[in-house]
Structures are given as structure tokens and as C-alpha cells.
């Protein structure tokens, strides 16, 4: 065989890497793409240069920001798609298809679609944004099985998936659960010293505040409570756990980002400051959901639903009205948000 | 537990960490150096971690670091700085404000860092503050990049630099920039490898896409040269395999001691086992789990209460010894008779361990002496003086007999006789229900004044009062004892059991009145 070097244009690679992501440059989901092959191909890597190499590979097509391709990124972890561990490093997370019913799963992990495609030729993998969806024509043969498992796949059940059963719903008696946690493994004040943090921020559930983001206040203009967050000077949040105090005079319980977000639900039932999540009813229901939600919950509307986010970072979920049925009752008893129809 | 230590900054490293592979963590900038110890056995290792210590930054220059394609800065032996390269570059306080080109962050304490990628025009600005750095350029030469062809995966030489791995189904395109051109045959671009070699002259330009087709499986360079010799060459090795993608597997293990155990087909592993070995660190090779890289263990342990130890991450081979990750409560766990540890993986699955203590009755029977011997004499002198005796001396015996030890409910205690003097507790007891562990009052204690009473319980009250605390709980046992004199009472029973001295029981020679004893009075497991 012999190489073949051939002159070619930006524009034309610029075409050959739409037809490779399935997308075009401006689409977000190519950035979800090729986040998925970049870190396929490095295994594990620092977030920092995974974002600088995407962002070089576009920087010849197209202008986009690396906050962009970070929240991109973020976005990634949180579905599951790369696992993440403290001091910024990420690797890809295998392939999980989440079995929807009708030959039909949601897809996790961070194989990329062009590998995927060219692995279950017979499969229709669709994406939309950072969320990826398999189907067969017939049920799952033995080959698509193996296939799977040379990949290192799995098939599992939405709950499953989920988790909602290995974790306790927000409310008094996960609070409870963290003050013991509290008693039992906390750091101390000066544990703190090390790390470069701005201000300490305290979670104040005033049901005045309609939204979980700005029901932070900062420390500095005396606000008290037991659930904190400081912003590392390396741009991630530490998240901390205390009787009251701030972790710099108390001991506290070090969180990771899913358990606070558990304990800010958890803390806005018990003050009586539940959110409120608005929903239009129509052929579909169009949930409208603006704060960030403990990953067992995010993961079960991710896979009963259709999501989208908006600029402003607010989810948009979309359901059968089937399927609303089940996740109505779920919402109200594992976060206690009231759901209010925009329509009434 | 290692220290690595700079000036006043210091951070704990889990030592298992660091055995067998590179361990990378964030430190501040330093003018002090930075130094390992080991607390506690400073003496023996700090000659060996001494020759890890690493001279601080210099104060009165820029330290400089080139990024590797892996994203990993490399420090620079020298200062010279080649065109397209990123750089980060640690600024001594001070230094920053000359800076006006890249990214600069603070690191804290008037310590900087820059980032750039060196662009292959130079600004005025740009060159004047290398100048004031101290900082050279390289001769002109051409940049290389791939782009719009991922690699399928990135391999290192020799040196730790990497390179990109390409599929066979992939023409991959290499950018030429950096150089302007006047004429078509200034530059040229080489390709050889898998014994073929190609070459190319680029077109007048300042920047050039080039597809590499018919690339077989093998190793390759791509080379750009100049005419003018005044103009360096630029070099990128890359391969071709067939199917260079490397996938991590849902695949998940847990090796107890020489054990490997594979999970079932929902992924979960239910493991019967003694953890008190693997958690004492006297277990070979521990307890240690296998699954992807960086996921999350939610560590739970469960003795009557299940509450969550401790939230790990695998490392980036997808390794985590659980045991020497927990370490406030090895004890705990250690010296617990039964209890569930639950490793939670998320949807990979469940390592639910079911610990079961073997008893060592020649371990047990050494701590019980060593108890006496520290804490005997001691103890007999506070015989009637409840809440001293029992810190000094039955809480740690209790729980060497594996019994927690609760207060009676207050509700319980106000109607009972307080005649004989005596205190009432109960002995709590571990069992497993299903899967779940539960944690009963199994009998009553009353602890009496002074021996006589217990070698006299009828008379002294005991069994009128143990009655009445049996009654309340709904118990049918209770223990009579001053702390040394131990015996056994029925409810509602009017025959004097036999007594046993703890003392005389753990005695050399009397192992068979210890076996009683433990029979009576331990937790039955």
C-alpha cells in the first residue's frame, strides 16, 4: 500500500469532521463528541488539557469559548457519560445502555458515536445534546450481546440506572444521617488552610427566594447555617456540612456535590421552602426545571424524558403524559418540590 | 501517611497511593522547597524520603514548564521557548504585571502562573517581555497539528512524550502553519514508516491541510523542512493501527486476601468473610477493588445503624484497596463481632461483604489479660462507683466480650428497687436478619456493689432487681456481677447459678473455666 498525500482545504475537514461527529461544528453535541473521542483516546486526563485540546481541534472552524467546552465537559460527568476525581482528572466511563423498552436504550459512557456505529452496525444511535439513544430493529440477539460485552457494555434497568433505591430520598431524615456522619468523620477548622478558596457561601432556604442559586448569601454579611460552599480558586466548588458555624471555626463534614444538592432539598422541605417546578401540560408534558437535582433523581428524568437546557442552565424536560404519571409522584416524594401546571 | 511539606503548606498522601505508580498532586509554588516525612517514623524514613525533596522556585526568575501532549508540564532545564508549543510559566512575585500576552492566574502569595502557546509571529510586546524573563525563542520553524481526525488513542516513546494512535479507517490531516511561504516548493513535507516514504511540496501559503491516505498499520514521521536551512524542521511521530480504541470495561472484581471474587450477573457480589484481618493490616493483599477508573465507592458499614464511612475513588487503573482508605475506622471495624460493609458502585453494583469474626480464643484470652494487668488493680478499688468502673473497666471488658452496652430506657428505671445498690444496664447483642444487621438488648446487667452481693444475690437484692429490669425489657437473662465475679440469673428463677471469677478464668492452666465463662458471658457468634 502505498501513502497518498493530498492538499486539502479547512473547509473540506471542516465537512469530513461534521460527517465523523454527526454533527455540524456549531452544534453542542459535536463538543460532547469530541470530548468522547479526545478522552477515549488519552484514557485519563486533567480537565484542563482536555478541554485545551478540543478547543485547539475547533479553533481552526469555529470560535468557541473554552468555558463553553468546560460546562460541556461538566455536563458529561454529571450524566455520566466521564467519571470525574478530585483534583480536576477524568477519565471515560464504560458503555451502560439503559434498557427503555421497544428494543430501544438510552446510551451512557465515553465510546464515541463513530466507534459505536461502526461496533452495532444494525443499531440507529441518535443524540441530542449530551444525550445519546440506541434502537434496534428486533429485541437484542446473541450477537449484539457479544458484541456489548467485548466492548466491556452492560444493559441494565432504568432503576438501575437510577439508583433511587440505594439512596435515601431528601428530607429531616437524611439531615439526621449527616449530623451523624458529622459526629463520626469530620475535618477539622484548620483542615481548611490548605485549600485556596474564596469566601465561605451558606445555604439560607427562604422561601422568599424562589430559586436554589440564589439562596446562597455570603458568610461575610453574617448569614447562618448549617450547609456551605466555597469556590476553590482552581474554579470548582468544596461543599462542607456544620453545625452552624462556618467550617472555618467548626468542624465540618466535607461533601461531594450530589450530596448537597440532596441536603439543599432536603433543607428547603424541613424550613417550609420547597421549590416550585412549573409544567405546561399539552400532547406533551413540558417540565421546566431550574436547579440542579441529586444525580439519582437527574438520572431518572433523564431517562423517562427528553431533556434540553437553555442558557440560562434551566432543564427542559419533556414527557409522555404516560410517563408523567410516574414521574409526578416521584418528584413530590423524593425531592418534595411542588409542581404547579402554568396552564391552571 | 506521608507529609509532603513546602514553607507552611502541607498535605497528607495516603501512602498505598503512591506504591508502584506516579501519583500527581496540586502543589503552590514554593521558594522553600519541597520535602516528604513520615509522621511517627521519622526516623527511619526521612534519609530515604529526603532524596525526594525537590529545591524551591526561584524568586528572582521565571520557572518554566513545557506542556506534554498529555497535558502534563515538563520542567525546563533550559529557557528556550519553540514556536506553536504551550508553555506554563510560574512568575515569582511581582513578575505578572509585565505580562500581557495568554492567560494569568494567581496562585497565591504574589506567585503566578502563565499560560501561553508561543505564536509564530512574535508581537513586539510579546518579545520584550521574554527579554525581561530571560526567555529565548527558537530558530523559525513550521507548526504541526493534527486536526479533524481524532486519534484513536495516544502512546508514549521512550522519553514519556505522546503520540497519536490512528485508525486504518482514517485518512489523518496534518495542518502546516507557523511559516509564511513566497513560492510552491519551499516547503516540503515528508512521510515515512512502515517501510513506504512519501513526500509533498506545499504550495505558497502560510498555512496548508494535508491528508495522509493509504496509511498502512505501523509507525510513522512526519517531517516538514524548509529550503533555508536558517529555518528548523518540525517533527510528528504518529502510528496506525487497525483498531486502536481501548474501551474501560463495566467490568468489576474484589480480591480478599489471595480471594478474587467476581460479581453475579447484575453485577453485585455477596461475600461471607472475616474483615477484622483486611482491616488490621494483617491480611496479605488486603481488601482491594477492581472497576473503572475514577469511579465512586460509597463505603456504608452497618452494625444496628448503617452509616456511610467513607465516598472513594478508584484510581486511574481502577484500583482502590478499600482497608487502607478507611482508616478512622479500621478499629471499628476490626473489633466488631458481625456487620455489613456495603461498597456502592452506583448502577456497576453492590460489594455487600457480611462480616463474621472468627474468635482466636488465644487472642481474646491475651487482651483479657493484658486488661487486668493495666487496669485491674485499678479497677477493684472503684468496685460501687458505677460510672468510674464502668469507663475504667466494664466498657472495655464488655466489649472485648463483643456486648455493646446501652442505659436502661428512663421509663425503666424509675419504679425499680434501689435497695441493693446496685445499677442496672443492659448488654446489647448484633445478629443478622436476612441482610439486614440488627442490634437487640440480649440481657440484663446489674452490677453490684461488692463481690459479696453477687456470690449472695438473693440475699442482697440482685435477683429481685434483675427480675424487675427483665420484666420492664421484656428480657429473660441478666448478668450479675461486681465486675471480677461474674454469674448468670433466669428471670423469675429461685436456684443460685453457679459464679465464675473472671480472674481465676484467664488464668494460665484454667482453660477450660475460660471456655465456660466465654461460653456464659461472650456474645454468641
Known amino acids: ?3 497518498n498525500l493530498v492538499i486539502t482545504t479547512a473547509d473540506r475537514v471542516r465537512e469530513n469532521l461534521a460527517r465523523l461527529t454527526g454533527h455540524a461544528l456549531d452544534d453542542p453535541a459535536t463538543v460532547a463528541e469530541l470530548l468522547r473521542h479526545e478522552l477515549s483516546a488519552r484514557g485519563v486526563s486533567s480537565r484542563r488539557s482536555v478541554c485545551d485540546n478540543v478547543q485547539a481541534q475547533l479553533a481552526a472552524f469555529t470560535d468557541c469559548p473554552r468555558e463553553d467546552i468546560r460546562k460541556m465537559l461538566e455536563e458529561l460527568e454529571r450524566s455520566g457519560d466521564i467519571s470525574s476525581a478530585p483534583g480536576g482528572r477524568v477519565a471515560p466511563a464504560p458503555l451502560r445502555l439503559v434498557d427503555l423498552g421497544g428494543n430501544k436504550f438510552a446510551m451512557f459512557g465515553g ?24 434502537a434496534l430493529p428486533d429485541a437484542p440477539g446473541a450477537e449484539f450481546m457479544d458484541n456489548l460485552k467485548v466492548l466491556g457494555g452492560r444493559v441494565m434497568s432504568t432503576a438501575r440506572w437510577a439508583g433511587m433505591d440505594r439512596v435515601q430520598p431528601c428530607g429531616a431524615e437524611w439531615l439526621d444521617d449527616l449530623s451523624t456522619r458529622l459526629e463520626l468523620d469530620h475535618c477539622r477548622p484548620d483542615s481548611w488552610d490548605f485549600e485556596s ?23 461575610s454579611k453574617g448569614a447562618q447555617g448549617r450547609l456551605w460552599r466555597a469556590r476553590h480558586r482552581l474554579g470548582w466548588w468544596m461543599h462542607a456540612w456544620t453545625g452552624g458555624e462556618c467550617p472555618t471555626v467548626a468542624n465540618s463534614l466535607k461533601l461531594r456535590q450530589d450530596d448537597t444538592m440532596r441536603t439543599a432539598f432536603s433543607l428547603d422541605f424541613v424550613s417550609g421552602a420547597a421549590l416550585t417546578f412549573l409544567f405546561t401540560k399539552g400532547t406533551e408534558i413540558v417540565l421546566l426545571v431550574d436547579a440542579f437535582l441529586p444525580l439519582a433523581e437527574y438520572r431518572f428524568l433523564n431517562v423517562s424524558g427528553r431533556q434540553s437546557r437553555d442558557e440560562t442552565g434551566a432543564c427542559r424536560y419533556r414527557f409522555d403524559l404516560d410517563t408523567w404519571e410516574a414521574v409526578r409522584p416521584t418528584l413530590c416524594e423524593r425531592l418534595h418540590v411542588e409542581l404547579k401546571d402554568t396552564n391552571s | 501517611m506521608l507529609q509532603l511539606i513546602a514553607g507552611d503548606w502541607l498535605q497528607p498522601v495516603i501512602a498505598a497511593n503512591l506504591s508502584g505508580r506516579v501519583w500527581r498532586t496540586p502543589v503552590p509554588p514554593s521558594h522553600e522547597g519541597y520535602t516528604w516525612t513520615a509522621p511517627g517514623f521519622e526516623s527511619e524514613l526521612d534519609d530515604d524520603l529526603g532524596r525526594l525533596s525537590i529545591t524551591g522556585l526561584p524568586t528572582d526568575r521565571v520557572t518554566v514548564f513545557r506542556v506534554d501532549a498529555a497535558g502534563i508540564g515538563r520542567l525546563l532545564t533550559g529557557s528556550t521557548l519553540s514556536v506553536g508549543q504551550r508553555y506554563r510559566i510560574i512568575l515569582p512575585p511581582g513578575a505578572a504585571t509585565s505580562v500581557t500576552t495568554g492567560e494569568v492566574a494567581p496562585l497565591g502569595k504574589g506567585w503566578n502562573l502563565w499560560e501561553l502557546v508561543v505564536p509564530s509571529q512574535v508581537s513586539g510586546d510579546l518579545a520584550s517581555t ?52 513566497r513560492a510552491a516548493g519551499e516547503l516540503t513535507l515528508f512521510v515515512g514508516g512502515a517501510g513506504t516514504f512519501e513526500s509533498i511540496t506545499l504550495p505558497a501559503g502560510d498555512s496548508w ?48 486476601g489471595q480471594d478474587l471474587h467476581h460479581p ?68 471499628l471495624i476490626e473489633r466488631s463481632p458481625l456487620g455489613n460493609l456495603d461498597i456502592d458502585l452506583g448502577e456497576l453494583g453492590i460489594m455487600r461483604l457480611l462480616h463474621h469474626k472468627e474468635i482466636a480464643v488465644g487472642e481474646l484470652l491475651a487482651k483479657l489479660r493484658d486488661l487486668i494487668t493495666t487496669k485491674g488493680a485499678n479497677a477493684e478499688h472503684l468496685r460501687g462507683q458505677y460510672p468510674m468502673l464502668r469507663a475504667l473497666w466494664l466498657d472495655p471488658l464488655l466489649s472485648l466480650l463483643y456486648h455493646g452496652v446501652r442505659e436502661l430506657d428512663p421509663s425503666h428505671v424509675q419504679d425499680l428497687s434501689a435497695e441493693s445498690g446496685a445499677m442496672v444496664l443492659l448488654a446489647d447483642e448484633l445478629s443478622r436478619e436476612g441482610m439486614r444487621m440488627v442490634r437487640k438488648p ?25 427480675d424487675q429490669a427483665c420484666r420492664k425489657t421484656g428480657l429473660t437473662e441478666a448478668v450479675l456481677t461486681d465486675g471480677f465475679i461474674w454469674g448468670l440469673h433466669t428471670a423469675g428463677r429461685k436456684v443460685q447459678s453457679g459464679t465464675t471469677d473472671f480472674r481465676e478464668a484467664v488464668q494460665v492452666g484454667r482453660e477450660s473455666l475460660f471456655e465456660t465463662f466465654l461460653y456464659s458471658h461472650a456474645v454468641t457468634l
Open chain 2, 209 to 256: 491541510w494535508v491528508r495522509l491516505e493509504g496509511l498502512a498499520p505501523g509507525d510513522y514521521v512526519a517531517e516538514v523542512a524548509h529550503q533555508r536551512s536558517a529555518i528548523g524542521r518540525a517533527r510528528a511521530p504518529f502510528r496506525v493501527a487497525a483498531n486502536p480504541g481501548v474501551w474501560p470495561s463495566c467490568d468489576v472484581s474484589l480480591t480478599l
Open chain 1, 197 to 219: 478558596l474564596d469566601e465561605w457561601n451558606v445555604y439560607v432556604p427562604d422561601p422568599a427566594v424562589p430559586t436554589q442559586r440564589k439562596r446562597w448569601c455570603r458568610s
Open chain 1, 111 to 134: 465510546m464515541h458515536a463513530s466507534a459505536l456505529r461502526r461496533e452495532f452496525p444494525s443499531a440507529k444511535i441518535t443524540c441530542e445534546q449530551t444525550q445519546r439513544w440506541l
Open chain 2, 264 to 331: 453475579d450477573a447484575d453485577g453485585d457480589i455477596e461475600l461471607k468473610c472475616d474483615l477484622g484481618a483486611a482491616f488490621g493490616g494483617s491480611l496479605e493483599n488486603g481488601l482491594v477493588l477492581q472497576a473503572p477508573a475514577f469511579r465512586r465507592a460509597a463505603v456504608f458499614w452497618s452494625d444496628g445503624k448503617r452509616r456511610r464511612i467513607a465516598d472513594l475513588y478508584l484510581d486511574e487503573t481502577g484500583r482502590l484497596d478499600v482497608a487502607a482508605s478507611c482508616p478512622p475506622f479500621e478499629g
Open chain 2, 442 to 466: 440480649r440481657r440484663v446487667i446489674v452490677i453490684a456493689p461488692n463481690e459479696t452481693a453477687v456470690l449472695n444475690a438473693k440475699e442482697a437484692g440482685l435477683w429481685e432487681l434483675a
Open chain 1, 1 to 3: 500500500m502505498a501513502i
Open chain 2, 130 to 181: 521574554f527579554e525581561g524573563f530571560g526567555i529565548g525563542l527558537s530558530k523559525a520553524a513550521p507548526c504541526l497539528e493534527w486536526i479533524g481526525t481524532p486519534a484513536g488513542r495516544y502512546d508514549a516513546n521512550a522519553a514519556g512524550q505522546s503520540y497519536p494512535v490512528f485508525g486504518t479507517n482514517l485518512a489523518p490531516v496534518l495542518r502546516v502553519s507557523g511559516i509564511k511561504t
